[in-house]
């Protein structure tokens, strides 16, 4: 039965190699295999108290939001790119001034003029009213109110 033309089906396949001794399957060293099917028992984890978990999970949901808003006001002042309104003292005057040692008082006609410039390209200022203090060192002096006129900064 050693034709040569017919394919090999049997084992160990002619190669010139001895066939393995009787009784030995695997020519290495085989590991018994484990009787028991998990090397370590199982232990249940401690759960923590339905009040800790509650802690736990309101404190990651508070760092949560606060990166969220975070990130949403970084992203909108590098959009914006935000600046305070630029005022400047064009003029002052003062008329009409005199002085009283008896009441301590300074009485007078103050004329201010001043201008207000947004540097802001993408926002507008608009105001209701301004309200004007007027102080010499930490003294006050004077207040008035601007009326509210219909005007933006633009």
Same mark, same amino acid.
């Given at each position: ?5 017919? #394919? ?5 396949? @002619? *190669? ?26 199982? !232990? /249940? @984890? ?11 999970? $309101?404190?990651?949901?508070?760092? !949560? ?6 990130? +949403?006001?970084?992203? !909108? ?7 305070? #309104?630029? $005022? /400047?003292?064009?003029? !002052?005057? &003062? +008329? ?10 300074? +009485? ?5 003029? $001043?201008?207000?410039?947004?540097? *802001? ?9 301004? /309200?004007?203090? &007027? ?5 006050? =002096?004077?207040? +008035?109110?601007? #009326? #509210?006129? =219909?005007?933006?900064? =633009?």
């Amino acid at each position: 039965m050693q034709d040569p033309s017919r #394919p090999v089906t049997g084992y160990p396949a @002619p *190669n010139g190699c001895p066939p393995p001794q009787p009784g030995v399957a695997y020519p290495y060293h085989a590991n018994q295999p484990n009787p028991y099917p998990y090397p370590y028992a199982y !232990v /249940q @984890p401690n759960r923590a108290s339905s009040s800790c978990a509650f802690i736990r999970s $309101f404190i990651l949901a508070m760092m !949560v939001a606060f990166i969220m808003m975070g990130v +949403t006001i970084f992203i !909108v002042w590098l959009v914006l790119r935000p600046r305070f #309104p630029e $005022f /400047q003292v064009e003029s !002052v005057s &003062l +008329t009409n001034f005199s002085a009283s040692n008896s009441s301590s008082s300074i +009485t007078g006609k103050w004329n201010f003029r $001043f201008s207000v410039t947004n540097p *802001n390209k993408k926002m507008s200022i608009s105001y209701d009213v301004v /309200q004007c203090l &007027l102080f010499y060192n930490p003294e006050f =002096i004077s207040e +008035t109110r601007i #009326p #509210p006129t =219909i005007f933006y900064l =633009i």
